[in-house]
């Protein structure tokens, strides 16, 4: 894709406040740590449910909630916070139990994670037929199923689960239950941009800001980047530059979701390192690089803070954030609990900062 000629430094852009819808808070010291970050950009995140043991019933999802309302800072930058709650679907989730969360307010989704695709997820759905019940139950309250989208089979080639996911299981799921809410999370690939395009209203995706910003060289050339690894994990440049299309179209069927996902750096830094790339310190600024890399600012309010809160049925957030061109070096590392983690960036520049006025 064509480069276009960057906005002067010091512009600023004001644009409604975000939400993040797709966000792992983890559980325990490290979450305080990671809402320190989340709160500064986001006015609601939808949180993750793969914690161990996984978030499955409606009482662990409200005590989860619970326990993230206690660990947010004192002093919150948008003057609210409100994280939105999923629950993990399983092959015996039941319908009563859906439709129970649901009718709290405060549980918005379930998420289907293939059994073994990511991380915490061996609890998950091994055969999409076992969960008909409970997703007819979410078609019929208009309960989003938000999905992450790769088949986790073995012999299957990383980078093809997700165009594999889209055949074998989204377009059955799609046509048996086309009224189902849906959300394909952080796709990845131009295969996963051209089904959204091509489907009902009813299914939207999430796209990442590092999937906007880097192919699979970030990761491999020079050497292994563990910070870098993430699932679904990036692909080719073509898949890229097809994601950025999407982003920046004006299209309402896609939208932020930033799976910003910390681990401790012993975790990330080791022969077998965990899955997940930390951006909740600097998302909206990286997501604004990348529209600002084709052109496109004016297309990165509605992607950010209208089409999620929309495909959700939430109302937009009244509070504004300003965004201003002023580069600043991301720290090499943040406090994670009794640990640290190792950031996106860090250590390099981030184009873009949050305006303090």
Not at 58 to 76: G, H, W
Not at 233 to 248: D, S, V
Request: with cysteine.
């Amino acid at each position: 894709m064509a480069s276009q000629i960057p906005v002067p430094d010091g512009t600023k852009l004001t644009i409604t406040l975000p939400d993040d819808f797709h966000h792992h808070f983890r559980d325990g010291p490290s979450t305080a740590n990671v809402l320190e970050h989340a709160t500064q950009q986001f006015g609601r995140c939808i949180a993750m449910p793969n914690l161990k043991p996984p978030v499955t019933t409606t009482e662990m999802a409200l005590e989860y909630r619970q326990r993230i309302l206690s660990s947010l800072p004192k002093d919150l930058t948008h003057g609210t916070f409100e994280p939105l709650m999923t629950l993990f679907l399983t092959d015996n989730t039941t319908p009563d139990e859906v439709k129970k969360a649901f009718a709290t307010g405060h549980i918005k989704a379930c998420k289907y994670y293939p059994a073994g695709a990511t991380t915490n997820s061996d609890a998950g759905v091994t055969d999409v037929k076992k969960t008909y019940p409970a997703l007819r139950a979410m078609e019929e309250i208009g309960m989003v199923l938000c999905i992450h989208s790769e088949v986790s089979t073995p012999g299957i080639d990383i980078f093809d689960r997700e165009p594999i996911f889209i055949d074998n299981i989204i377009k059955p799921l799609v046509k048996d239950m086309p009224k189902l809410k849906i959300v394909m999370e952080h796709i990845s690939t131009q295969e996963a941009v051209d089904y959204v395009f091509s489907s009902s209203d009813n299914v939207k995706a999430s796209i990442t800001c590092h999937h906007l910003l880097y192919n699979r060289n970030a990761l491999l050339v020079g050497g292994i980047k563990p910070h870098f690894y993430c699932l679904p994990i990036l692909k080719r440049e073509t898949h890229r530059e097809a994601l950025l299309r999407a982003a920046t179209s004006g299209s309402n069927k896609f939208f932020l979701g930033t799976d910003s996902a910390p681990h401790a750096v012993e975790n990330k830094e080791s022969a077998c390192g965990c899955a997940g790339a930390y951006t909740a310190h600097c998302a909206l600024q990286l997501y604004a690089e990348a529209f600002e890399s084709v052109g496109a600012l004016d297309k990165l309010e509605a992607f950010c803070s209208f089409n999620g809160a929309d495909h959700y049925q939430l109302p937009r957030n009244k509070q504004k954030i300003t965004l201003e061109k002023k580069s600043w070096v991301v720290p090499k590392r943040y406090s994670f609990g009794h640990s640290q983690l190792v950031p996106l960036r860090a250590g390099e520049a981030v184009a873009w900062s949050i305006a303090s006025d």
